[in-house]
């Protein structure tokens, strides 16, 4: 049982913050969140003049699967053999012992969405774990999280010169189309007389749970043709899905808000490394807060490394975005575009009992971590 005592609360479920807050857990959980609060035998962690917050949430990143300084032989992302590959699972390619995910707890983030990259049209299974653990089973949340599928240049340069398609956007929609109405009648036959069922496949299997609401799609997309055409798909088959990456949506914010996009932005603290990312710019957000569409930040690890995630959040606020959105983008909002804000995401009673306290403002890149809790354990003490 811990006590963290007289701390500033960002708890993500109000406005502000609470000064001199309390928050007692046990058992893994958040007990209680409130003032004067007491526990005998609890140990004892005074936040006095620190900020205390949930911790983040990496909405999209591949950490585990690009492991940091191995070069080929850590590059485990994407099976660039074939277009469509949902059956790949992305927790039979992650390194828990790769370097970052200490990194990344030491710097307060405390759950990641990471999975395949985006070679292929459909590139196979997202997973939710926690940064913190021995092994995988110890750090899995969920699996599997949502099925990743990629629009725009990367299918087309992928497979392209391979003299097949996609070789162009109307390729890799029609590629996609294709597997999805595969899916569709084969979930429909399998649900038919037994007699008459068709062998299990596992890609249409896969699939399958897409077509049913029980899997989202995470549909890479950066420029705006790319975002309507995916939200075009998505509303043909009744996806549940989100745009990831984004990065021309504040240019289209009415329609995003009109289809009632979830939108998961990122990475930004980068260069313009291609021509879909001429348009990158820190006011996305803003605008598309002001739109009244529900953002979160990604940092696409290893395309930015999981601790700049706050940075990133700071630069947002810097450019317009309400300081407590910022904030918002990495907890609470990721959560809940993820599917997992009944357990993460705020400083509230049943949640995991996982958060950071700071030194300063969790916005100020000054400022440190100086403790990590995960699962109301601190794994990690400056």
Request: proline share 4%; aromatic share 6%; charged share 25%.
């Amino acid at each position: 049982m811990i006590l963290i005592r007289n701390g500033k609360l960002f708890t993500m479920a109000q406005e502000g913050f609470v000064d001199g807050g309390d928050i007692l857990l046990d058992g893994g959980k958040i007990v209680s969140v409130g003032r004067n609060l007491s526990a005998d035998g609890a140990k004892v962690i005074d936040a006095n003049g620190r900020y205390v917050m949930p911790g983040i949430v990496d909405a999209h990143c591949h950490i585990g699967m690009w492991e940091d300084g191995m070069g080929s032989e850590g590059a485990d992302g994407n099976e660039v053999t074939d277009p469509i590959t949902p059956q790949l699972r992305a927790i039979d390619a992650i390194n828990p012992a790769d370097h970052c995910f200490e990194e990344a707890y030491q710097h307060g983030v405390t759950l990641a969405a990471t999975g395949p990259g985006s070679a292929n049209v459909i590139g196979g299974q997202f997973v939710a774990m926690k940064t913190y653990g021995r092994n995988m089973d110890d750090m899995v949340v969920k699996t599997p999280l949502a099925m990743k599928s990629a629009f725009g240049e990367n299918p087309k340069r992928c497979y392209g010169g391979k003299g097949r398609m996609p070789e162009t956007r109307m390729g890799t929609a029609a590629v996609m189309r294709e597997a999805l109405f595969a899916a569709k009648d084969y979930m429909e036959k399998m649900d038919g007389p037994e007699d008459k069922r068709p062998t299990f496949d596992m890609r249409k299997d896969a699939l399958a749970k897409v077509l049913r609401r029980e899997l989202p799609i995470k549909m890479h997309a950066h420029r705006a043709d790319d975002i309507l055409t995916a939200i075009r798909i998505a509303k043909e088959f009744n996806l549940d899905f989100t745009i990831d990456h984004c990065t021309e949506g504040y240019l289209i914010a009415d329609e995003l808000k009109r289809a009632g996009a979830k939108c998961i932005l990122g990475p930004m603290l980068t260069d313009r490394s291609k021509i879909e990312l001429k348009n990158m710019s820190f006011k996305a957000p803003a605008i598309l807060h002001k739109a009244g569409v529900k953002i979160a930040l990604m940092t696409d690890h290893p395309v930015i490394p999981m601790h700049f995630l706050a940075v990133q959040a700071a630069i947002c606020a810097r450019e317009g975005l309400p300081e407590e959105e910022a904030l918002k983008m990495i907890t609470i909002n990721a959560a809940e575009i993820l599917g997992m804000d009944d357990r993460f995401g705020s400083l509230a009673a049943g949640k995991d009992a996982d958060l950071a306290i700071y030194d300063a403002h969790p916005l100020d890149a000054r400022a440190h971590v100086t403790h990590t809790l995960v699962n109301g354990e601190v794994v990690y003490e400056r």
